[in-house]
């Protein structure tokens, strides 16, 4: 039975529409925790992150001690029962999967990409008006290199109903 499923995807992509919708669609609730809350509810630390006026977003050791502990947070609200959806960049590519891997090891996690062309999520950025130009063309790309899915959606061909949907179909569950 999936307990969790990670949707990872760049800025913009499209990520917490589809976990919006997949919300509404799957039988039981299904928390959403994604890095945006995280860095909304930290303090600034030392060695934590920043943000450059291009878009880049630079992460030291501070932020992943937090981050660090808010994983292993996540993992045990799982193991306490709770169903969750994951909504992050990963950064750092196969080495933030491996991070996520480390916190969820034993649980069945359902591992989604959320894909979309940078340009598009460039213009959605422009659109929403609270990040920081450059960030979704950035992250378009890197966010996915060497990263392993159960499956991939691309929200710059369809909609995120059509991607929960899809990836909805792919979430196992429990049968009595």
């Known amino acids: 039975m999936t307990q969790v499923i990670v949707v990872n995807g760049g800025s913009s992509s499209g990520k917490s529409g589809i976990a919006r919708c997949l919300q509404a669609m799957l039988p039981d609730p299904w928390?959403?925790?994604g890095v945006d809350t995280l860095i909304d509810?930290?303090?600034?630390v030392p060695?934590?992150?920043s943000f450059a006026s291009d878009?880049?977003?630079d992460v030291g050791a501070g932020f992943r001690r937090i981050e660090d502990a808010w994983m292993a947070g996540v993992a045990?609200?799982?193991r306490a029962g709770a169903r969750v959806i994951v909504d992050d960049a990963f950064l750092g590519g196969a080495e933030s999967q491996r991070r996520w891997r480390d916190a969820l090891d034993g649980l069945e996690v359902l591992w989604v990409g959320v894909r979309c062309d940078g340009a598009v999520a460039a213009?959605?950025?422009?659109?929403r008006g609270d990040r920081v130009t450059g960030m979704a063309e950035s992250q378009a790309e890197v966010v996915h290199r060497g990263v392993a899915y159960d499956v991939e959606v691309d929200t710059g061909s369809a909609e995120a109903l059509a991607c929960a949907r899809e990836i909805a179909s792919r979430v196992?569950?429990?049968t009595s």
């Open 47 to 49: 060695d934590g992150i």
């Open 76 to 78: 045990a609200m799982v």
């Open 31 to 33: 928390l959403t925790l």
């Open 41 to 44: 509810a930290m303090p600034s």
């Open 55 to 57: 878009g880049g977003v």
């Open 172 to 174: 196992s569950f429990e």
């Open 123 to 127: 213009g959605r950025e422009m659109a």
